[in-house]
């Protein structure tokens, strides 16, 4: 799915991430600035693009800003910004009717 907007999610805050979704032809790009790049670093970035695709986005570049996030909070991160990043606000997977 493409994406209609760049959108934000998350905090640089500790144990958080920041996720931005930008449009961009050509394909999934993802860039990650991670304080535990060297250890968990490959292991982000797989999980990023398995939330990206199990979404449906295949035209996007990911930038993250990871702060020690667990992986709930990444890929929670991510499908916020997807969100966004379309414009759904309603009918949310998640499914909050109270926000609906």
């Known amino acids: 799915m493409q994406t209609i907007k760049q959108a934000v999610a998350g905090t640089v805050e500790s144990s958080d991430a920041q996720v931005m979704i930008l449009p961009q032809a050509g394909g ?3 860039t990650l600035d991670s304080s535990v790049y060297d250890q968990y670093g490959q292991h982000i970035i797989a999980l990023i693009i398995e939330t990206a695709q199990a979404l449906g ?13 667990l992986d709930c909070t990444i890929k929670a ?3 916020t910004a997807y969100y966004r990043a379309i414009g759904q606000t309603t009918n949310l997977p998640w499914g909050c009717s109270k926000w609906q």
């Open 28 to 30: 999934l790009k993802i």
């Open 57 to 69: 986005l295949d035209d996007a570049l990911i930038k993250v800003v990871d702060k020690g996030a």
């Open 77 to 79: 991160r991510v499908e």
